[in-house]
């Protein structure tokens, strides 16, 4: 079997951890684009990576490129998303994917027309805590999921010219960290939920600063989310169970969960995968998708977080310029 030839477009902190994954994969990037040519120069000098283009959407044309891993911010996805898949490579795009469900939707009709696969790059997805983890919940020791309840929250300075205060940056707590609560509840509840509410604070900016969500599904199951991007929170859920519950801190990376019999009090640590090999798992997964497996990325998932996510922006009357 051939081997995948990985391309990165940007070359920010999750480059640099997507470039040391590979690595412990056993590969290596095969090219590198960026605006400024020079960070990409430099990239490459820090990964030995063999090419560099003097135009970063010469990536696209490249025909030893296989996949593009889109690390750029997320309003600029959707453009390159698209010249990649015009181009028949595939794509691994980081979280959020897109803006909205729309682009989303755009993105994947032109990726069945192209035969290409689609990802996006949500460690929760491929963390081996949560496979685990739901193996023992499908077993039905603890029960049916009745609630699930999640925190996150960041302490950021109010820089408004900062990626996570700025709208033309796409910034805002739910596409930045609302993205993994969601996907977390997603990935544990039977359904994707039908019923929404939320409160918002806004940032002077205008973006999401902080959020309150309630969500239920046509099962009756309910998950509670609060974000926010100026008051520090643990990064922790917790999923209450008939006959017990579980608790997951650092949950977007998570190695580690605890498990509590609601009857005897009783817990247990359960233990699966490596913190620091979040990424290595999302590439080694895409790779499988690539070879046939596309299951492994749960699209599905990714599609209906982005429906979730645009549906409580929309109560909130939050777009973007580009939506605009």
């Known amino acids: 079997m051939r081997e995948i030839k990985w391309a990165v477009l940007g070359t920010g902190v999750i480059a640099n951890q997507m470039a040391e994954a590979l690595q412990k994969n056993g590969k290596s990037i095969y090219s590198v684009a960026n605006r400024t040519h020079e960070k990409a120069v430099q990239f490459a000098k820090k990964y030995n990576i063999a090419k560099v283009y003097d135009n970063m959407n010469d990536v696209f044309d490249d025909p030893e490129v296989d996949v593009v891993y889109i690390t750029t911010p997320h309003n600029t996805h959707i453009e390159f998303m698209k010249k990649a898949i015009n181009h028949g490579k595939h794509i691994l795009v980081e979280k959020s994917i897109t803006l909205n469900s729309d682009e989303l939707n755009e993105a994947l009709t032109l990726a069945d027309e192209k035969n290409v696969v ?54 805002g707590a739910m596409l930045d960290i609302g993205v993994y609560a969601l996907s977390f509840i997603r990935w544990f509840m039977d359904s994707k939920p039908t019923k929404i509410l939320s409160q918002v604070k806004t940032a002077p900016t205008g973006v999401d600063e902080q959020a309150g969500l309630l969500l239920m599904n046509n099962e009756g199951q309910m998950a509670s989310v609060m974000l926010s991007l100026h008051s520090k929170q643990p990064k922790r859920g917790m999923i209450s169970c008939e006959k017990g519950y579980i608790e997951i801190l650092e949950y977007p990376r998570a190695w580690e969960a605890t498990i509590t019999d609601a009857e005897t009090g009783k817990t247990e640590v359960i233990k699966a995968g490596e913190n620091a090999d979040a ?16 299951a492994c990325m749960h699209l599905e998932y990714t599609k209906d977080v982005m429906e979730l996510m645009t549906a409580f922006r929309k109560e909130w009357g939050l777009k973007y310029p580009e939506e605009e």
Do not use: C, Q
Not at 279 to 294: C, K, P
């Open 118 to 171: 689609v990802g996006e790059a949500m460690t929760i997805f491929h963390m081996p805590i949560y496979k685990e983890l739901k193996r023992i919940i499908d077993s039905g020791t603890l029960g049916k999921i009745n609630l699930i309840t999640m925190n996150f929250g960041s302490f950021k300075e109010y820089d408004m010219n900062n990626r996570f205060f700025n709208r033309n940056l796409a910034g």
């Open 279 to 294: 990424l290595a798992y999302e590439l080694a997964d895409m790779e499988r998708a690539i070879n046939g497996d596309t």
